[in-house]
């Protein structure tokens, strides 16, 4: 059988039906698996997890997996444990908000073929590779992972350098440690650190939903934390992660929860190719760089908004200059 993603190199639209006519002949107890173009999986982080779970149903069960131009992946022709176990895998991924549908082979081709017949494939696109990643022992790491091992709490410090209040976060170095080989790879570990963040997000909404100064926890995708009691609550959110085109009703549903929204991961090379100052967000949080040093903040630059992170001395020095808060990375 096929083990492989396939796309259609073609540049003539290829309809998915026509194809899988050819796959289905023959075809014994086998299955085919939809996980549709969803929302919740668009971020790069769970598209790749997601991805990944594919192409380990592939490998235990054979079979192919096509990408639609609509944005699905079809995995058909595996076999009908590692279809089940893949959907599984794909739901516990999504907590429970998608029920990947399952067509059985050959008796329900007619349903699949239904389905598919308005389908074409994508053109070729360029794929991560997957390397040797051991997806069952890294969700064991993930999950065996507690907050003592990986959580830190950093200082806050307002423009005058006086303590403004706390931020809790990942320490992605110890993160990437943990999880040995697969903190080598950047989607996976993205997903690992939404992952954390879902699971953390419980007991850090409630440290956060009350209390005196700034206090920043990291915000999962597409989750809202508790309603917030006192003001200074604020829900981090990675660029990376960020959806940029909503984070404007992002941040005014976190609003009228009392929340405050930040988006991390602000560095030189984004500062020069996007206009990061004007995100919807209330606070900004620069990333240190001697690259950094070398930009000048527009004047009009909300600095009362704006915060250097992973600074080393002259990150700090940076920022006193630039007049700008600072997040004090702990040890």
């Known amino acids: 059988m096929m083990n492989h993603f396939n796309g259609a190199a073609e540049t003539v639209a290829t309809p998915l039906a026509a194809v899988l006519r050819k796959q289905l002949r023959g075809a014994v107890d086998q299955a085919a698996m939809l996980l549709p173009d969803l929302p919740a999986i668009r971020a790069g982080a769970d598209r790749r ?5 594919l192409e380990e149903a592939v ?19 595996t076999a009908r444990p590692a279809a089940i176990r893949a959907a599984g895998a794909i739901s ?17 081709s007619g349903e699949l073929l239904a389905w598919a017949a308005p389908e074409q494939l994508a053109p070729t696109v360029p794929r991560p590779a997957s390397g040797q990643v051991d997806l069952a022992g890294f969700r064991l790491r993930l999950e065996g992972l507690g907050a003592d091992q990986i959580l830190v709490s950093n200082t806050v410090r307002d423009a005058d350098g006086q303590p403004a209040g706390r931020q809790l976060t990942l320490h992605r170095e110890r993160l990437i ?21 879902r699971r953390l ?49 992002q941040r005014q549903r976190l609003r009228e929860l009392g929340w405050q929204l930040a988006v991390a991961g602000l560095d030189a090379h984004v500062l020069m190719h996007l ?15 001697p690259a950094l040093a070398d ?7 909300p600095r009362e908004r704006l915060f250097l992170t992973a600074a080393d001395a002259a990150g700090r020095a940076w920022a006193a200059c630039a007049r700008i808060g600072l997040i004090e990375s702990a040890p």
């Open 92 to 108: 516990r991924l999504l907590d429970g908000a998608l029920a990947p549908p399952i067509w059985r082979l050959p008796e329900e």
């Open 275 to 289: 206009q990061a100052l004007a995100l919807p967000a209330d606070l900004l949080l620069l990333r240190w760089s």
């Open 49 to 53: 997890m997601a991805t990944a779970l």
């Open 201 to 249: 997000l419980p007991g850090l909404g409630v440290w956060a939903a009350s209390g005196q100064g700034l206090r920043l926890i990291p915000l999962p995708f597409q989750r809202l934390p508790p309603r917030a009691q006192t003001g200074g609550a604020v829900g981090v959110v990675p660029l990376a992660l960020a959806d940029i085109g909503a984070l404007g009703e």
């Open 59 to 77: 490998r235990i069960g054979g079979g192919t997996v096509y990408r639609t131009a609509s944005g699905a992946d079809l995995l058909c022709g």
């Open 295 to 301: 930009r000048d903040l527009p004047a009009a630059a």
């Open 177 to 197: 440690a943990d999880l040995a080989a697969s903190g080598s790879d950047a989607d996976l570990l993205a997903h690992a650190e939404d992952r954390l963040a």
